[in-house]
Each structure stands twice: as C-alpha cells, then as structure tokens.
C-alpha cells in the first residue's frame, strides 16, 4: 500500500513536470525571458498610405519595432507610440538600423482618419499599415496577437477595438527577439536595442 502511495506521488509530480513544461514551452513570451527554441517569424503583406504594399522581407537588415493598435484609442497606442518615438530619437545615428511600424487592427476607419497623419504625429519614421480585413488577420495571426471589434457606444461610429498591447521587436533577420510589455518605458526599449546593435 505505501509503495503504491509513492507511486501516486511520482504520477502526480511527472504529470505536474510536463503540464509546467508544456505551458512554458508554449505560452507567448512577454519579454526577453523566451526560450530560443520558441522563436518564430512573423510577416505581414499590408498597404501604406500611397497603396504600396510593404512587406517584412523588404526590411531584412533591420530591427523592426512593431505595434498592432488603432488610431481611436485613447490610451494605450497613443502611450507606446509616444514611447517608440523616444526611442527613435534617442538612437541618433543609430535610428537608420530600426524600422518602427504601425499595423491598424481597424483599417478601414484608420484609412478614413488619416493613418498617415497619425503615425507622422508621433515621429516621421514610424509606417503607418492598413490592409484589408483578411490581410489584417493573417498579420495578426502570424505575430500571434489577438484583437477584436466592440460595442461602445461611447466611441466613434459606436465601437471600440481590443488588442494585445505588447510592442514586438523582429530581428535583422525577420526572426522573434521579444514582446515588450504594455507600459516599458523609452529607456528599456533603447537600452535591449542598443545592447543588440
């Protein structure tokens, strides 16, 4: 009876281990803790405000700072794009090695308002993109970021958008470095790019 007792134990603690593991292994990394075995490469195809399509591959060779948010939001995507804009000025010479984007999540209403004059508000060199609905999904899918459409009557044309709030930093190489979370500061974000160029 006691050898089985032992052997309930051992069960649970195994089942405990690859339960522990498995999360660890999977869940999205929200910061620079990521195990490199979970490293993906995320893409996009999405137009600028001239109708260009702009691509990841096109910006091999550089870092890529990139935030999914919309031009509506009262706070958090004002917030992060004021902090990538600090960053950006602060790199000096080296702000030509990191590319800033901004993906809308509510494209056809950003298009409407004006992406461009947005993204150029907070600095010149962050892109502003807005694709077409599925070409947003498949974006978003790709960096593994959820977002979705709700009612506010409160807000413009009666809806708001919720979105993971993380700002996504891509390698030279169009590989996953890291998630930054919702409220790092300019002086982190420099400080983990600097250390990488």
Known sequence: MR??????????????AVITFSAVRWWPATDDTAAVDSAFTPS?????????????AEFRGKFLLVFFGFTSCPDVCPTTLSEVAQVMDDLGSAAGSVQPIFISI???????LGLADYTTAFHPAILGLAGSEEETKSAAASFKIFYEQEADTSSPDGYTMAHSPGLYLIGP????????????SAPEILSDLQSRL
């Not at 050898?3 to 405990?16: K, N, P, V």
């Not at 996009?44 to 990841?56: N, P, W």
């Not at 509510?106 to 409407?112: A, C, G, I, L």
């Open 106 to 112: 509510d494209p056809e209403r950003d298009r409407r």
């Open 44 to 56: 996009f195809a999405l137009a600028d405000s001239e109708g260009r399509i702009r691509t990841t």
């Open 173 to 184: 190489d169009g590989a996953w470095l890291r998630q930054f979370t919702y409220g790092t």
């Open 3 to 16: 050898l089985r007792s032992h052997q309930i134990i051992l069960w649970i603690a195994a089942t405990a």
